[in-house]
């Protein structure tokens, strides 16, 4: 019965390919999410967050961005986010 063990391997493999199709597809759409749980809807962009040395509130869309490991860090000026950078890096030794 070697053509029905085909059918039963074709089967398999388009059983196998779909799967891995799916796999590949349901892949989350990457989305940039902040601590506010926001995403990057612009109406939502004039939020205002905190800068983490001079802990003052600045408009995100307006703030100096600064990504490390997976997390984006937003600093009211470049001198602000130059010392978190330093600090960052001190700590991170
Ligand atoms: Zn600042």
Same mark, same amino acid.
């Given at each position: 019965?070697? *053509?029905?063990?085909?059918?039963? $391997?074709?089967? $398999?493999?388009?059983?196998?390919?779909?799967?891995?199709?799916?796999?590949?597809?349901?892949?989350?759409?990457? +989305?940039? $999410? @902040?601590?506010?749980?926001?995403? *990057?809807? *612009?109406?939502?962009?004039?939020?205002?967050?905190? @800068? *983490?040395?001079?802990?003052?509130?600045?408009?995100? /869309?307006?703030?100096?961005?600064?990504?490390? /490991?997976? +997390?984006?860090?937003?600093?009211?000026?470049?001198?602000?986010? @130059?010392?978190?950078?330093?600090?960052?890096?001190?700590?991170?030794?």
């Amino acid at each position: 019965m070697i *053509p029905f063990r085909l059918l039963i $391997l074709a089967i $398999l493999c388009y059983i196998g390919w779909r799967i891995l199709r799916r796999f590949v597809l349901s892949k989350p759409t990457e +989305t940039v $999410l @902040d601590d506010t749980g926001q995403g *990057p809807d *612009p109406e939502l962009q004039d939020v205002l967050v905190e @800068d *983490p040395v001079c802990h003052t509130l600045i408009p995100r /869309n307006q703030a100096i961005r600064l990504r490390k /490991n997976d +997390t984006t860090y937003y600093f009211c000026s470049d001198e602000c986010c @130059d010392q978190f950078s330093e600090h960052y890096e001190k700590g991170a030794q």
